[in-house]
């Protein structure tokens, strides 16, 4: 089955250091999201990306996904306290009919004001 | 406020007993998810609905497990004779369908087996 898998488990940062997490499926995807999750919350949605070699940011946050579709990354400037949480990448399958999203293990950002 | 709600937020059980969940998803949103979430791990998909047809469920899901949404609104997941192994936060998410999947999720059912 597809798997997702993600780097690093854990990142502790200074504040106003810069961050970045990976992505790799094990699978092509028909899309990848991204979803931060602060302690103690819930998964809350950041950006979905479709296209090949696509790039979208979001303020100081930028959102990547390789040309196979099959790798993303999420690259955070100047990190600030309200970044903390565990940033999980999610797959789709590209399948007839997947609709399910593979979840990676997320990375765990720590930022030390 | 994500608008997908869950209920009970917390629920501790005696190993064996069996246990039943609800979710209401957004109102307008035809796909609806279970996923499972331990501590250190992300969510892991457990079931998926569109409207009141399931259309996947994980290999992985035990026949102790079962989910419906009769009318394909509110939905509910039962796990029947209860292990410790399953103490997880339950996740539902639901989605709009079509191309958007960005994925609404509720707050979840915390299950702590005993």
């Known amino acids: 089955g597809q798997q997702v898998m993600q780097i690093p488990q854990y990142q502790h940062v200074q504040e106003g250091e810069d961050f970045t997490t990976y992505c790799n499926s094990s699978?092509?995807?028909?899309?990848i999201q991204w979803y931060k999750q602060r302690p103690g919350g819930h998964p809350v949605f950041l950006i979905q990306?479709?296209?090949?070699?696509e790039v979208k940011k979001q303020k100081r946050l930028t959102f990547q996904f390789g040309e196979a579709k099959k790798n993303s990354s999420l690259h955070i400037t100047a990190t600030q306290t309200t970044d903390v949480g565990t940033y999980f990448c999610a797959g789709q399958g590209s399948g007839a009919g997947s609709y399910q999203l593979t979840f990676g293990k997320g990375t765990k950002l720590s930022v030390i004001p | 406020d994500t608008g997908v709600s869950q209920d009970p937020r917390h629920k501790i059980t005696k190993r064996g007993q069996n246990v039943t969940f609800r979710c209401d998803p957004i109102s307008e949103h035809n796909r609806l998810y279970w996923y499972r979430q331990t501590l250190g791990q992300g969510p892991e998909f457990l079931t998926y609905f569109q409207n009141e047809a399931q259309l996947e469920k994980s290999r992985l899901l035990s026949d102790r497990f079962s989910a419906e949404r009769p009318k394909g609104s509110f939905s509910t997941l039962e796990i029947q004779r209860t292990e410790q192994g399953d103490s997880a936060m339950y996740l539902c998410?639901?989605?709009?369908?079509?191309?958007?999947?960005?994925?609404?999720f509720g707050q979840g059912t915390r299950l702590t087996v005993v």
């Open positions: 990306l479709v296209k090949s070699g």
């Open positions: 998410a639901s989605t709009r369908g079509s191309e958007d999947t960005e994925a609404f």
């Open positions: 699978t092509t995807l028909s899309n």
